[in-house]
Structures are given as structure tokens and as C-alpha cells.
T-cell receptor, first 114, second 113 residues
Framework: DVKVTQSSRYLVKRTGEKVFLECVQD?????MFWYRQDPGLGLRLIYF???????EKGDIPEGYSVSREKKERFSLILESASTNQTSMYLC?????????????FGDGTRLSIL | DQQVKQNSPSLSVQEGRISILNCDYTNSMFDYFLWYKKYPAEGPTFLIS?????DKNEDGRFTVFLNKSAKHLSLHIVPSQPGDSAVYFC????????????FGKGTKLTVNP
């Protein structure tokens, strides 16, 4: 079974802080993704990565950056947290490009910015 | 512009009956469609998928139907069980499920005992 682990289930931070959300997958997947989920808006893609040290912007990258130094780990960084970044953050991974395999998700990090 | 639409925010059915969740899409380049189930405080769980070369895929109580001409897909759950109560997301991609997914906003299904 694919295991995607997010380092924190709940996190409370203050406005202006630099926030790191960590995600690790144990299935040697090439692709990793960061989404945020907000009520009534579904899941929206922030950033994704097809390989180590590679990243691409999703639909809502503003205010975020990512890091992928190792294949199994994908970090989401809020450079200067703001209250509108309070949300549920979901990490996902999938096998490889064109493999027709679904993305598998972690359990999410509920982040509150005060 | 919303490329994947789930027009019903919620659906309530009786245990044992059929649940039908609907999804419409606008991008004709989409060729792979997935359904995810999400319980509160958990991540989405992959449920079932269908490629555009098929019009039906079945897995136990879950069946997904794809109507390409209408750009419409549906998820049927038969029989519905209380444990099926969750939010269901439809998603689509243009090069297989490993690629960038576009999600609908979700439909909350409640199955009443």
C-alpha cells in the first residue's frame, strides 16, 4: 500500500511566520503534489514536481514555494504566512508520467494562521 | 472557468438504495477520470477510475459511467451503506491519472440508516 505521510495533522502559526509543511512517500513515486482544500472550492493545486529538484506551478502558487531535494520528500513553504492561507493542505504522490495510476493522498495538515 | 463541475453540493439517500453522483466537464482533452472519497479530517481516498476509451468501469458496489458526447460521468453506488457517507470528488486529467488533476468541488453524500 502507498503511504503518504504529512508531518503534522494540525498546525497553528502567526501572521508573517515562515511555515514548512513536510510530506514523505514510501513508494518511490516520481510525482508529488501539494493541494489546498477550502469549503465550497474543492481541491486546488498549488505546486507539483515530476522529479528531484524539479517543480512546476499549479493553479494557485502565489505566496508559496516548494522544495524537492530527495525523491521521497516534498516540502511546501509559506514564505510569510497570512490569514488567507488558513486551510487544509493535502500532499499526494503518483507513480510516473503517463502511467495511468491514480494520485494517493496523505491525511492532510489543517493549518491555522492567526 | 470551472472545467470539472459537480452541480449537487449534497445528496441524501436511504441505506440499501442506489446513490448516483454526477459530474460534468468542459475540456475535451480530458481522457482519464477518477472518483475520490473523503471523510472529515482524512485525505481523499482513490475509489475508481475510467479511461476515455471505455464507457463503464465496475468495482464491487461502485460503477462509473462515462458519456463522452455529453461530457458527463456518474458514479453509482449500489447498495448504499451508512459508511459511504462522505464527500465525493470527481477529477479529470489529460494524460492519465498521474498527471495534473482537475477536481470538482465535491458532493456530500449522506446515507441514512
Amino acid at each position: 500500500d502507498v503511504k503518504v505521510t504529512q508531518s503534522s495533522r494540525y498546525l497553528v502559526k502567526r501572521t508573517g511566520e515562515k511555515v514548512f509543511l513536510e510530506c514523505v512517500q514510501d513508494m518511490d513515486h516520481e510525482n508529488m503534489f501539494w493541494y489546498r482544500q477550502d469549503p465550497g472550492l474543492g481541491l486546488r493545486l498549488i505546486y507539483f514536481s515530476y522529479d528531484v529538484k524539479m517543480k512546476e506551478k499549479g493553479d494557485i502558487p502565489e505566496g508559496y514555494s516548494v522544495s524537492r531535494e530527495k525523491k521521497e520528500r516534498f516540502s511546501l513553504i509559506l514564505e510569510s504566512a497570512s490569514t488567507n492561507q488558513t486551510s487544509m493542505y493535502l500532499c499526494a504522490s503518483s507513480l510516473s508520467l503517463g502511467s495511468n495510476q491514480p494520485q494517493h493522498f496523505g491525511d492532510g495538515t489543517r493549518l491555522s494562521i492567526l | 472557468d470551472q472545467q470539472v463541475k459537480q452541480n449537487s453540493p449534497s445528496l441524501s439517500v436511504q441505506e440499501g438504495r442506489i446513490s448516483i453522483l454526477n459530474c460534468d466537464y468542459t475540456n475535451s482533452m480530458f481522457d482519464y477520470f477518477l472518483w475520490y472519497k473523503k471523510y472529515p479530517a482524512e485525505g481523499p481516498t482513490f475509489l475508481i477510475s475510467i479511461s476515455s476509451i471505455k464507457d463503464k468501469n465496475e468495482d464491487g458496489r461502485f460503477t462509473v459511467f462515462l458519456n463522452k458526447s455529453a461530457k458527463h460521468l456518474s458514479l453509482h453506488i449500489v447498495p448504499s451503506q451508512p459508511g459511504d457517507s462522505a464527500v465525493y470528488f470527481c477529477a479529470a486529467s489529460s494524460q492519465g491519472g498521474s498527471e495534473k488533476l482537475v477536481f470538482g468541488k465535491g458532493t456530500k453524500l449522506t446515507v441514512n440508516p
